[in-house]
């Protein structure tokens, strides 16, 4: 019989008591485990308690983290719950249990690397985590399964790219540009680095205006395109061909066209200078886009002229010619005739008058016998730019000339003016003594405002100059004149990188060329969270690369 004793002497244990138990005992099953070495295989029973304590007390899941994956390689035969096991405790709602089941993944692959496809997708995912410790983690584990299997952590996260939701993608390509920049250049095996090329080619046909720009410059840095000079130059200035649409009409109402064109051109620009072939570019600005200058904004208008300035050395004598012509019209709109007395002197920007001038001058040195006609100058048949070359004009002839050398005539004017006003700005700061941090920064950015405008200026006042002449003197590439933003920058050898330009002025208009005061300097123009942390790990691996892209059904903007 039971005795009201023997209920006295059975006291129930407390909540505190059985975590104790439960972690002392898991604490044996390691111990064991450990003991056993390569013979823990036969102490299933000891890794079967240890996969149950996933669904224990909080320390016990947080020793489970560490102990299911500590022993995975001595039990294949229970991979799939160890690995279901793990991922549940990635989801769990403690912050410190997430963190150490995380940090165990890579463990789960170390010595079983036909399960590295799997946990590289699970941490692909997990790169969604809000928490910055956890996400750290993430990062860190997926580090250690770079030096297992680069490719198929790689494939990991181009899975993630394609297929997962929009946060996620963002994400993992960040994390693939700082990992292939961590790598370094040699730190990619060559199958990696031909694997990374063919993913990108694929994500190319859909993707943003800024993702691409990453992956551009993710591919100017590879041995694949680095090493082989003007081919390799070539073959990326191509891949930027096809991202521009060169093989269509130029639509400047839609803001898409407008960015894509002028964010492929700025990509391009340096591929120019490696040897790559600035000929389709060329050819559709000058047949599709110089005639529509009006449509642009005066933002879209400097990266244009700037960039055409940048790429025309590099042309052949046939893509000047045909560029020559719009070029010179665009020049008569960005230099103004003198305005009537009585009437507002209207605003130059000066870089980009810089920038038109500079490209003229280099066209027309490709084909010195179209500029004469082009500018109202006749010329014998047979040119050898000679002055004898020069004959009497027609009225119009006579009358095309003598308006832009009169458009000519006034900007001179008014850079002669501005010179004269840096050159006093520029003495004015060179005796300034600040005397505060703050004070010295501002003083440095006014001092490096004056001496880019001094630049600018003092290569219009040559460029304009030898150009109103008659005839007309050319200034080529071998001249002194250098494109101001141009001074003092070595040319990179490479794609440039995914930075966003610096804002220009409010108007993007440059300066006002009436009278100021000493005080006030011409400027140049210039030069979201992921979604909370959620249930439900996709456990298998990815599925295939989509492959919709802009021609036609067309997801991303640019």
């Known amino acids: ?9 059975v006291v129930p244990m407390d909540t505190t008591d059985k975590e104790a138990l439960e972690i002392d005992e898991l604490y044996q099953h390691n111990g064991l485990l450990q003991d056993a070495g390569d013979e823990a295989s036969k102490l299933e029973a000891e890794y079967t308690a240890i996969l149950a304590a996933v669904k224990g007390s909080r320390k016990a899941k947080k020793l489970a983290a560490q102990f299911v994956p500590k022993f995975f390689k001595h039990f294949p035969a229970r991979s799939d719950e160890a690995i279901n096991a793990q991922l549940d405790l990635c989801e769990d709602d403690d912050r410190e249990t997430r963190i150490h089941a995380i ?5 789960l692959c170390k010595d079983t690397p036909e399960h590295l496809p799997k946990i ?8 969604l985590a809000e928490d910055p410790l956890e996400l750290e983690n993430v990062r860190r584990a997926f580090q250690s399964l770079f030096r297992v299997n680069m490719k198929v952590a790689f494939n990991a996260l181009f899975n993630q790219i394609t297929s997962g939701e929009e946060n996620l993608r963002e994400r993992a390509i960040a994390f693939v540009r700082d990992r292939i920049g961590a790598l370094g250049p040699d730190g990619i095996d060559e199958d990696t680095e031909g694997f990374i090329v063919e993913q990108i080619r694929k994500i190319l046909t859909d993707v943003t205006g800024t ?7 993710i591919l100017g840095g590879f041995r694949t395109f680095r090493v082989r000079g003007a081919a390799g130059a070539n073959e990326l200035a191509e891949i930027i061909v096809d991202q521009a649409e060169l093989d269509g009409p130029f639509e400047p109402t839609e803001p898409d066209n407008v960015d894509r064109l002028l964010s ?3 990509l391009a620009v340096m591929l120019f200078e490696r040897g790559a072939s600035n000929s389709k570019f060329l050819k559709y600005i000058g047949e599709q886009v110089l005639g529509q200058w009006a449509s642009f904004s005066e933002e ?3 990266t244009l002229a700037k960039s055409l300035a940048h790429m025309s050395p590099y042309s052949n004598a046939t893509d000047a010619r045909m560029a020559l012509e719009p070029l010179l019209a665009v020049l008569r709109e960005v230099c103004p005739l003198k305005p009537a007395e009585n009437t507002e002197a209207p605003k130059l920007n000066f870089t980009l008058i810089e920038s038109v001038l500079y490209a003229c001058h280099m066209f027309a040195t490709k084909c010195p016998g179209q500029l004469p006609k082009l500018i109202g100058v006749k010329t014998r048949e047979t040119f050898t730019g000679q002055p004898s070359d020069f004959v009497e004009t027609s009225d119009d002839m006579k009358q095309r000339h003598q308006d832009l050398v009169a458009r000519l005539t006034y900007v001179e004017q008014q850079t002669r003016d501005l010179v004269k006003q840096l050159r006093e700005a520029l003495h004015a ?9 703050e004070a010295k920064k501002e003083h440095q950015e006014k001092l490096g405002l004056v001496q880019t405008a001094l630049r600018e200026t003092n290569n219009i006042l040559p460029l304009a100059g030898n150009l109103r002449k008659n ?4 200034m080529g590439k071998g001249d002194t004149v250098t494109l101001s933003w141009l001074q003092g920058k070595a040319s990179a050898g490479r794609a440039p990188t995914a930075a966003t330009p610096r804002k220009r002025t409010s108007d993007g208009s440059g300066v006002d060329t009436t009278k100021k005061s000493r005080g006030q300097l011409y400027v140049p123009p210039n030069r979201q969270s992921g979604a909370p942390r959620g249930r439900g790990l996709q456990r298998t691996n990815a599925g295939p690369m989509r492959g919709a892209g802009w021609r036609g059904a067309r997801r991303r903007r640019w």
Not at 103 to 107: A, K, Q
Not at 429 to 437: A, G, M, Q, S, V
Request: charged share 25%; aromatic share 6%.
């Open 1 to 9: 019989s039971f005795s009201p004793l023997h209920s006295l002497l």
């Open 103 to 107: 940090r165990g993944l890579p463990l």
């Open 120 to 127: 590289a997708d699970v941490l692909g995912q997990l790169l």
């Open 211 to 217: 993702e691409f720009r990453v992956f551009m410059d």
């Open 264 to 266: 492929c051109l700025q």
């Open 300 to 302: 879209q208008k400097l």
């Open 429 to 437: 700061l060179t005796t300034e003594k600040p005397d505060t941090e």
């Open 471 to 474: 005839p007309p003197k050319l």
